[in-house]
C-alpha cells in the first residue's frame, strides 16, 4: 500500500446523503480531509454531525454520493463489495465504543477472529494473537471470557483485535465513551502508545474534549464541513 507524498488518507469533495421516506437529508456536503500517514486525528462535532458517517466512509463500510475516498493509494469507493471485503480485513482495525465482543469467545478467541480470515496456519495465528495481547497489557487474561472483563480490559481486547492483522489505519468510534475516566485514559494512553511506538495511523470521532487532547491533531464537524476551529 502506497502513500501519495505521505497523506495517507485522502477524502476529496465528498457529498453523502440519506433517503428518509420522501426527504434526502445531506450529512455531508463538499467534504475535504487528508490525514498524513502516522498521525493520531481527532474528529470531534455535536451529534448527528455526520463523524461516524465519515469514519464509515474512510473504512470502506460505507460509499459517498459523489466525490472520492483514497486510503493509501486505493480508491475504495471504486471497489466492488467483494474487493472491499478483502481490502477492509487487510487494511483497517476498528474499534467501537461497545467492544462488540462475542461473549462465547474467550480474550483470545475474539482476537482471532480477524486472522480466520487470512493463510495463516494456526500456530502462526496463535503468535500473532500472543503479540497482540501482550501489547495492551492482556497476557495474563487471554482465557477469560468477555462477562469476567471490566469495561476496560474488554476495550482492551477490542483494541488487540483491531491490530492482530497489523492494519494500515485504526478507525476508532467513541472508544471510551462506555468507560469510567480512569479506564478512559488507559484505553487513550494504549492509542497514544500504539501512534508514537507501532506508528499507528489513527482517526478517532470522539465528543469529549479530554479524549481529543490526547491526538495530535483536532478536527471538528458541523453541518457537513470540516473546521480547524470548534462550531459556536
Not at 40 to 57: E, H, I, R, V, Y
Request: aromatic share 4%; glycine share 10%; charged share 25%.
Amino acid at each position: 500500500m502506497s502513500e501519495s507524498n505521505g497523506v495517507l488518507v485522502r477524502v476529496e469533495n465528498v457529498e453523502k446523503n440519506f433517503q428518509r421516506g420522501s426527504e434526502k437529508v445531506h450529512v455531508l456536503s463538499g467534504l475535504n480531509l487528508e490525514v498524513p500517514d502516522g498521525t493520531f486525528l481527532a474528529l470531534m462535532g455535536p451529534s448527528g454531525s455526520g463523524k461516524s458517517t465519515l469514519l464509515n466512509l474512510i473504512g470502506g463500510l460505507d460509499r459517498p454520493t459523489t466525490g472520492s475516498v483514497e486510503v493509501g493509494g486505493d480508491r475504495i469507493d471504486k471497489l466492488s463489495g467483494r474487493q472491499l471485503a478483502a481490502w477492509r480485513a487487510r487494511h483497517i482495525g476498528f474499534i467501537f465504543q461497545f467492544y462488540n465482543l462475542l461473549p462465547v469467545l474467550t480474550a483470545e478467541r475474539n482476537v482471532e477472529l480477524p486472522l480466520l480470515l487470512t493463510h495463516l496456519s494456526k500456530s502462526e495465528r496463535r503468535k500473532h494473537v500472543e503479540t497482540a495481547l501482550d501489547v495492551v497489557g492482556l497476557s495474563h487474561r487471554t482465557r477469560h471470557y468477555p462477562r469476567q472483563l471490566s469495561g476496560g480490559e474488554q476495550q482492551r481486547v477490542g483494541i488487540a483485535r483491531a491490530i492482530v492483522t497489523d492494519p494500515t489505519l485504526l478507525l476508532c468510534d467513541e472508544p471510551t465513551g462506555d468507560l469510567d475516566r480512569k479506564s478512559g485514559d488507559d484505553i487513550l494512553e494504549l492509542l497514544q502508545a500504539l501512534n508514537r511506538d507501532h506508528g499507528k495511523t489513527i482517526v478517532m470521532v470522539t465528543h469529549d474534549p479530554h479524549a481529543s487532547a490526547r491526538a495530535s491533531h483536532t478536527v471538528y464537524l458541523d453541518k457537513g464541513q470540516l473546521s480547524l476551529e470548534p462550531p459556536e
